[in-house]
Structures are given as C-alpha cells and as structure tokens.
C-alpha cells in the first residue's frame, strides 16, 4: 500500500509546517499519519515567526531560515524530515546540513506527478508564488513535462476560511489544468490544501496528486535505502 514500508517500525519523521498555524500543522500531520500506515510516528513542528499562510515569494523565501533552525534543533529526535509547504523553503539547506533524508512536498508531488512521463499541471489558490512554482520543475529537471499552474479564484485567506467554496475554486482550477493545459495530472499546491487534495480526487478520472502523501512515500522509500531494507 501506498506511504507503507515492512521495516517502519518505531521509526520516526519530523513534519514542518513553514506557516505559523498550529490548527494547519495538526491537519497535516493526520494526514501524513493516514498515509504512512502504522508503526511509523509522524510528529509535527510550527513555525513561529511565518504568516499563518504563505501567499507571496517573499514570505516563502522568509520562512527557509526558520524551517532550517527546526530541523536542526530536533533533528536528533527523527529518522526523516518532511518540509510541509509546497516551495519546499528550507529544504536545500537542510539537505546541505544534515545527513538526514528529508523531501519537500512540493518535489515530492511534481516527481509522483511525473512518473511514467505524465504531463502534469498544478492547481493552487497563491499567484503570487507562481514564479517559485514554476521554478521547481526546472530544478526538477521536469520542466518538458510541467504544462503550468492554473490558480482557484479568490482570495487565498478567504479561501481557507470556506472548506466548501475551496474544493470548488480549486476543482475549477482543476480543470483548466485538464481542458486548457492537456495535463495528464494535476497537483494540489499546498500542505494546507491537504483535505481538498483528498476530496478532489473523486471528481476527476485523472490522477490528483495530493502532495503530503507523496512525500511520506518518497521519504519512507529515502529511510528504507539509508537502513539498507
């Protein structure tokens, strides 16, 4: 199954949540729960010193410092670390630093999304992160099969606010994805998208990737190398 490995037990991840909402970063860590089965604890870490949501290129760049000053603090307390915000802010750091698996679920979702060469496009609620989005897949060395980011109408906040108008907008950005960009694939931007992720899937026939699932897969896969399983 999915997010599942034989030799999890009593392994432990560290999820970071860049924005400083305790609420988001408990859904989350459900989520990342539910997805990695039992026998792996999932625990999670807020930041303090973020937005409570992260809508613009400078809050994303912002938020890398204290994401790196997490992981290094309890680093000694987990066998892997997810960075739960789709720029993945901190993440190269964290790699550079630590001798310790860690993914991002913005990399972890467009390389799933990727798989079999699908084209595959993003829906999310943040313009002005599209350039940061967009950079990824170049980074990824995914950039032939990235078809774009579509945005849900409205104002990300206001969004959040209304679980039902937000599985609307993003299903509308869904399928401009589809319809307009021929992907084959959409992701769901954001960690704190991660219930609508879960609840859009049933309206399409085409896989919606929900990104903090992938990452508990590939960061499962990364601990399972390093333990030689």
Excluded at 92 to 99: D, P, Q, R
Excluded at 157 to 182: F, K
Aim: hydrophobic residues 50%; charged residues 20%.
């Amino acid at each position: 199954m999915r997010g599942r490995a034989d030799n999890m037990a009593g392994r432990r991840i560290l999820l970071i949540n860049p924005n400083s909402n305790e609420a988001t970063t408990a859904m989350m860590v459900a989520i990342a729960k539910s997805a990695a089965g039992a026998g792996l604890d999932v625990v999670g870490a807020t930041a303090t010193r973020a937005p409570q949501m992260i809508v613009s290129a400078e809050a994303l760049d912002a938020a890398a410092r204290e994401v790196e000053e997490i992981a290094l603090a309890r680093c000694g307390e987990c066998d892997g670390i997810i960075v739960s915000a789709f720029g993945d802010p901190g993440l190269a750091g964290i790699k550079t630093t630590l001798n310790l698996p860690a993914v991002g679920i913005g990399e972890s979702a467009m390389r799933e999304a990727a798989e079999n060469g699908r084209r595959f496009g993003v829906a999310t609620t943040t313009p002005l992160l599209e350039a940061k989005i967009d950079a990824l897949p170049e980074a990824l060395g995914l950039r032939s099969h990235y078809t774009g980011t579509r945005f849900a109408d409205g104002d990300p906040t206001a969004l959040m606010r209304d679980p039902a108008r937000l599985r609307s907008a993003l299903a509308g950005a869904v399928e401009a994805c589809i319809a307009h960009d021929g992907a084959e694939a959409v992701i769901i931007g954001g960690g704190p998208l991660g219930e609508a992720a879960r609840e859009l899937q049933p309206m399409f026939t085409v896989p919606i990737i929900a990104p903090i699932p992938s990452a508990v897969a590939r960061i499962i896969r990364l601990i399972a190398a390093r333990a030689g399983n």
